[in-house]
């Protein structure tokens, strides 16, 4: 079981929280819980940064508004010793957080390495109040932090990969034998490396240190938040946008891709290498079906489940004329931006040019990065703004001819005019970027076509 921050963040949600891994315990389904940092903390926690580096006093305000923070909740935990317990574990992680962070105004600067480590202790402290939740409710429940269960990883910082063989072992000798009458609580989002160097998975990062768990314990995977699943497409922009029953791993991973909230995309690799399913279930209706991710190839009625989009997209494109004489130009662009760490959208190229898109945080890296390649390609450089992207995502699209045509006749009819087109790659994902102020109607007239 996954729980998101998005529903730990009130007394309400904690009791229901605690109510359903109960039921659990009593129906004897061993549940392991993976948490996220309390709601809004990991933000809390990176905001901080800049402050602490500027002055002392922030030092000492970010630790009281983080004890703060933890205690409104722990006050209600009605057996003393439990209550005291972790009013003591919360004590001691606020003053190792404090030291790292004092750390970071002297040196007066921060890190990849110590942004991760501050930014892994809201996953630190989240487990120390369901875990004192759950043992006044009268549940046998334990909280292994990351060194202790030994949740181990590997890869760049903010973006690490789990080290599957080391932690399946430890795992498997130090979480599996407790389960038999322990509730164990695991926090997500990050893990330690080789030298015991703090990463973190990338934010939202938690559901894929879900999926891994469940992965070594050959576990079914439910991730609860405060909605019951992906939609057809964004309720704001489609009134009537429906819930979606079940994904495939593949679209799963499109929709995540995309940007949908819903599940990290990280999280469906675990679980398709073992063939696992996972289910979205919403805390506060827990007697709801969520959308069900599964690997089983079933024939699904609809070719197109959901429309997914970006309201802020940028894109560049690079024009050449002498293009055709550097075999290399695709690589070189694309290697300028990877080298600057800036992550490619989508990609569409012609004879003359690349165009591409990118976050818009990301757009001025971006230029300056590519730069160099002005002189030396006699390219020109067009940046724009003020797009959306629009991802049309469905297995049957694979096997269905003339959907694209219909994507582009219903935009065609509805007069939106198409910026940049990029299709294929996946075989599952139409994505197209139009104007902001098209996104709406854009969005509108695929999702008639489809699914009106
Ligand atoms: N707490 C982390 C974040 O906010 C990880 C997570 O919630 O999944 O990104
Ligand atoms: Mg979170």
Redesign the pocket.
């Known amino acids: 079981m996954?729980i998101?921050?998005?529903v730990l963040r009130d007394k309400a949600s904690f009791a229901q929280t605690v109510k359903i891994i109960k039921e659990k315990q009593e129906r004897k389904e061993q549940p392991v819980i993976v948490l996220?940092?309390l709601y809004g903390?990991?933000?809390f926690l990176i905001d901080s940064i800049p402050k602490c580096i500027a002055s002392q006093e922030s030092v000492v305000q970010a630790i009281s508004e983080l004890k703060k923070m933890h205690e409104q909740y722990l006050n209600d935990v009605e057996t003393k010793e439990i209550r005291e317990r972790a009013f003591f574990a919360l004590e001691e992680k606020l003053s190792i957080l404090e030291r790292f962070l004092y750390g970071i105004h002297y040196l007066k600067e921060v890190s990849p390495r110590s942004k991760d480590l501050v930014?892994s202790f809201?996953?630190r402290l989240s487990p120390i109040v369901l875990e004192a939740f759950l043992q006044d409710a009268g549940l046998k429940a334990r909280f292994l932090d990351v060194e202790e269960a030994g949740i181990y990883c590997k890869g760049q910082f903010e973006n690490a990969l789990v080290d599957l063989e080391k932690t399946s072992k430890s795992i498997h000798s130090k979480v599996s034998p407790l389960l038999k009458d322990t509730v164990v609580l695991l926090p997500?989002?990050y893990g330690l490396d080789e030298n015991n160097d703090v990463k973190?998975?990338?934010?939202?990062?938690?559901?894929?240190?879900a999926g891994f768990i469940a992965n070594i314990l050959d576990a079914r995977l439910e991730i609860w938040k405060d909605v019951s699943g992906f939609m057809s497409s964004d309720p704001k922009l489609v009134k009537t946008a429906k819930q979606i029953e079940t994904l495939s791993y593949d679209e799963a991973e499109e929709l995540g891709y995309l940007g949908s909230k819903i599940l990290?995309p990280k999280t469906i690799d675990p679980l398709r290498k073992k063939g696992l399913s996972a289910e979205i279930k919403n805390i506060f209706a827990p007697e709801v079906k969520g959308t069900i991710i599964e690997g089983s190839k079933q024939k699904s009625r609809e070719i197109v489940k959901s429309i997914a989009s970006k309201k802020d997209v940028s894109i560049i494109t690079i024009a050449s004329s002498s293009k055709v004489n550097v075999p290399d130009f695709p690589a070189l662009v694309f290697s300028a931006l990877g080298k600057n760490g800036i992550p490619v959208g989508l990609i569409a190229t012609s004879e003359s040019a690349i165009s591409f898109s990118v976050e818009p945080k990301d757009l001025e890296k971006a230029t300056q990065a590519l730069a160099a390649l002005r002189n030396d390609l006699e390219c020109s450089i067009i940046t724009r703004n003020g797009l959306s992207l629009v991802g049309v995502v469905g297995e049957g699209m694979r096997e269905t001819p003339g959907i694209s045509g219909r994507i582009f006749s219903s935009l065609g009819r509805n007069g939106i005019n198409i910026e940049l087109i990029s299709q294929g790659a996946s075989e599952i994902n139409v994505s197209f970027v139009v104007r902001k102020e098209d996104l709406e109607k854009a969005t509108l007239a695929v999702h008639d076509e489809f699914m009106g």
């Open positions: 996954k998101g921050g998005g996220s940092a903390v990991t933000d930014q809201g996953e997500g989002y973190t998975f990338g934010r939202g990062g938690t559901d894929y240190s990290h």
